[in-house]
């Protein structure tokens, strides 16, 4: 295979989309949540699941002495049974709405990744082309470079002083430039580390782009209502509460069957008794009170967790929705006003220095203004982006829509 193959298959192109599935698929944290999907799942199984039976086998020396035969014989047989008359369906009924709420817990912690990935995809991007421009900027500036020679009527003369200038604002940009290089790298790194990416692999990332529109207040209502934080509450409210009726049914043990096989003595000759024996437990003096008074207050907690919850949310929606709108507005008036001037000056001063009506100073300054310019617009349209992915985890709007939480039980040979 060729070079430029082997390059070809290094690289992976990324969209915010693309990226999201890769850290579904990959981040030990939606791992953990599958787990988490898988436990609950289990707990309903065993819920149902009846006890072992108890067997006891009694051997004495009854008979012997009845019949005066003497030795020890097996004498009784039983086999004991609890069956959980009382608690049963009401514990299945609590694990199945603990898996109700693990899958909400799931779908909350992937809406919580989609969030860390798309703000760490637009800081990729924010630096990406802060180094395009970093190496825009030192091509211009190595633009006026000229030579001593001023036999040319169409070279520009530069004195000392000028050149000195010139070599100045080239090292600077230089540096720049070697920053803008490490800091991309750094951001790729990480990127690629919170993806589970081979360190090695390259990423091509699309360029940064103005947000051109945003969630409409309808739509950000309608997300809202079913966020996964507040499912996670909402489920955890009637897992408490069906935890009250277990609580309740926890006053009365299992009851117990026995079912006995015994030799005795009977008429003078050794036979065979069978029988059945049932006993419960009486809730004279422990009536599970306090598990119930504990259930009782579980659900008053959840109850208000998800009031804190509802309201922390509304206010971030609120928030979020008007940082984006003026985020938005700021940085189309930034590029009328200030951007497309500033481009405008550095083309205009080029050309007056080049017809010889300027000094150095001012293409410098120039430089610095359009630039400086150009950076802060990057920084305006990145601000942008990342408010709107806040917007998105707070209004509990999935870029991908939520995925199977289903969790696949690993086994090994």
């Known amino acids: 295979m060729s070079s430029l193959a082997l390059a070809g298959e290094n690289k992976l192109s990324l969209t915010l989309e693309k990226s999201i599935h890769i850290g579904i698929s990959n981040t030990p944290e939606m791992k953990a949540a599958r787990a988490q999907v898988g436990m609950q799942q289990g707990k309903v199984k065993q819920s149902t699941t009846w006890a072992n039976p108890n067997v006891s086998v009694q051997a004495d020396n009854f008979l012997g002495i009845e019949d005066a035969a003497g030795g020890y014989d097996f004498t009784e047989v039983a086999v004991s049974q609890a069956i959980p008359v009382f608690r049963a ?49 030192l091509r211009e500036i190595k633009k006026q470079e000229h030579t001593k020679d001023n036999s040319d009527p169409l070279v520009r003369y530069l004195t000392p002083l000028e050149e000195m200038r010139l070599n100045i604002a080239q090292e600077t940009a230089k540096q720049q430039l070697a920053k803008a290089e490490g800091l991309y790298h750094e951001a790729s790194l990480n990127f ?13 990332f699309p360029a940064l782009q103005p947000v051109t529109k945003a969630y409409p207040r309808s739509i950000l209502d309608a997300a809202l209502a079913q966020h996964p934080a507040l499912q996670v ?27 006995f096989m015994r030799k005795d003595f009977l008429a003078g000759q050794r036979d065979t008794v069978t029988g059945l024996v049932l006993s419960m437990d ?31 949310l509304q206010v971030n929606v609120y928030k979020s929705f008007l940082h984006v709108q003026h985020l938005m507005k700021q940085a189309s008036h930034y590029k009328k006003k200030v951007l497309k001037p500033a481009k405008k000056m550095l083309r205009l001063t080029n050309q007056a220095f080049d017809a010889g009506e300027l000094s150095v100073l001012n293409v410098v300054d120039a430089y610095k203004t359009s630039f400086d310019a150009q950076a802060a617009y990057i920084q305006m349209l990145t601000s942008a982006w990342q408010e709107l992915a806040l917007l998105r985890l707070n209004a509990g709007i999935s870029v991908i829509g939520y995925t199977d939480s289903t969790p696949e039980l690993e086994t090994t040979p």
């Open 89 to 137: 369906a009401k514990q299945q009924k609590q694990a199945e709405l603990g898996v109700a709420k693990a899958e909400a817990m799931y779908q909350r912690q992937q809406l919580q990744l989609e969030h860390t990935i798309a703000q760490s995809f637009y800081d990729v991007q924010m630096k990406q082309a802060i180094l395009r421009l970093s190496q825009q900027r």
């Open 192 to 204: 690629k580390a919170l993806l589970g990416l081979p360190l090695e692999k390259t990423l091509v």
């Open 233 to 259: 509450s909402r489920q955890a409210i009637a897992e408490a509460e069906a935890g009250i009726a277990v609580a309740y049914a926890q006053r009365f043990a299992d009851p117990v069957v026995t079912l």
């Open 282 to 312: 009486v809730p004279l003096w422990n009536q599970n009170q306090g598990g119930v008074n504990q259930a009782k207050y579980s659900v008053q907690q959840n109850q208000a967790a998800l009031a804190a919850t509802q309201r922390d």
